[in-house]
């Protein structure tokens, strides 16, 4: 396919009824209307194709975007501060993607960061009600609220917060914990919620439901300087205590990063001018890192039938999808200069033989490039194309 053949399909490309949209203040209007068909579909079969570990990630991407759109959101937090955000449920471990949320804009009933957290979270994992798992999100989620609802639903989760949130205990609070040492903590219980706070690199606030309070690990620490005399054998490392929380919780946060770097590889797609097409080949790029995530953990790490490699990348997994996916179609122009091109020593070397290609003879295509008119059913199949039996094969293919 050339460029210019891709170009005219991308812009015809469409996955709804543009006639029948409802416009804005309609009944029955939706944001993410011109791919909700797309939302429906892949959005079944990545929660059905995999099933959750233990420890889930929720965590927010952005999607680059080129242009000015009204979805488009500023994050001066984050490395891309201007782009398409989107909500994922990951696993920790190896960074499936089971769920995605799109955010379009603001509901009417969002007056609050902790409300836009609440509802994003308990739509992520509607659907695992009851089975204890553990749930990892950053301060923009967690929240008092959030985690005593996840607990009557049957789930546990971590993560750290903003100690200034409607809950969280007035003792813990900076103004009277006062300056801590580095790995000094203090925790408070209340049922299964704790909370703590501690000091790493700056004061964290934690709240957490799925670790008891007073268990301490050691993290990594800094190394130390070289000695007196130079002598690189004196660097030591040690360790710094933490509370369970913060260990748990950096140990599993990492499900949607993990995602995110397998899905920046290699991706497919071009800018356009219209919003929701970034939208589409963000799910293609991730239906295909989950496709890829399914392989390898279904083969325990060991490469599939075939390859003779000694690791099978993503990068080997796209271009083997990208093969299947073609087949054997080949253009008849392309096919000629391929033919031409690549085979031109030893055509017989690379599978190319004169057979029998069907019962109805078909112009052989080297006589029709001389301006001649010859059938025949005999030809090339790795070619698909019909030759004579005389001379035209070896001619052909030169």
């Given at each position: 396919m050339t460029a210019r053949r891709f170009e005219k399909l991308n812009q015809n490309l469409h996955l709804c009824d543009r006639l029948s949209e409802p416009t804005k203040g309609e009944l029955g209007y939706d944001g993410l209307y011109k791919i909700r068909p797309l939302l429906d579909i892949v959005g079944s079969t990545m929660w059905e194709a995999y099933l959750p570990n233990r420890s889930l990630t929720v965590d927010e991407c952005a999607i680059a975007t080129k242009g000015r759109f009204s979805p488009t959101q500023y994050?001066?937090?984050?490395?891309?501060?201007?782009?398409?955000?989107?909500?994922?449920?990951?696993?920790?471990?190896?960074?499936?993607?089971?769920?995605?949320?799109?955010?379009?804009?603001?509901?009417?009933?969002?007056?609050?960061?902790?409300?836009?957290?609440?509802?994003?979270?308990?739509s992520l994992v509607r659907g695992l009600e009851g089975r204890y798992h553990h749930l990892f999100m950053d301060s923009f989620f967690t929240s008092v609220p959030l985690l005593q609802r996840l607990l009557q639903d049957g789930l546990y989760a971590c993560g750290p917060t903003n100690p200034n949130r409607r809950g969280y205990p007035d003792a813990l609070k900076p103004r009277n914990v006062g300056k801590l040492a580095p790995g000094e903590f203090y925790q408070c219980q209340r049922g299964n919620l704790v909370a703590t706070v501690t000091?790493?690199?700056?004061?964290?606030?934690c709240l957490s439901s799925n670790s008891a309070p007073g268990i301490v690990g050691i993290g990594p620490g800094k190394r130390d300087g070289e000695g007196s005399d130079g002598d690189c054998s004196s660097l030591?490392?040690?360790?710094?205590?933490r509370p369970l929380p913060l260990l748990l919780y950096q140990e599993n946060m990492r499900g949607v990063d993990l995602c995110d770097q397998l899905r920046e590889c290699y991706q497919v797609g071009r800018p356009c001018k219209k919003w929701w097409r970034y939208f589409l080949w963000f799910y293609v790029n991730l239906c295909i890192v989950n496709a890829y995530i399914i392989l390898r953990e279904s083969r325990s790490g060991a490469p599939p039938a075939g390859f003779n490699g000694k690791e099978f990348t993503q990068r080997h997994f796209r271009v083997r999808l990208a093969q299947q996916l073609i087949g054997d179609y080949q253009g008849a122009r392309g096919m000629e200069r391929a033919a031409r091109?690549?085979?031109?020593?030893?055509?017989?070397?690379?599978?190319?033989?004169?057979?029998?290609?069907?019962?109805?003879?078909?112009?052989?295509?080297?006589?029709?490039?001389?301006?001649?008119?010859?059938?025949?059913?005999?030809?090339?199949?790795?070619?698909?194309?019909?030759?004579?039996?005389?001379?035209?094969?070896?001619?052909?293919?030169?």
């Open positions: 994050m001066p937090s984050k490395p891309l501060r201007k782009g398409l955000r989107v909500w994922m449920l990951c696993d920790s471990r190896s960074g499936y993607c089971h769920r995605a949320r799109l955010y379009v804009g603001k509901m009417s009933d969002d007056a609050t960061t902790s409300a836009v957290g609440h509802r994003v979270v308990t000091r790493d690199a700056k004061m964290v606030s030591s490392s040690f360790g710094i205590a091109k690549r085979h031109a020593d030893s055509p017989l070397e690379y599978g190319h033989r004169l057979e029998r290609m069907s019962e109805r003879s078909r112009r052989c295509r080297n006589c029709t490039n001389k301006g001649l008119r010859h059938e025949s059913v005999f030809g090339c199949k790795i070619c698909n194309v019909h030759l004579c039996r005389g001379g035209c094969f070896s001619e052909f293919h030169k």
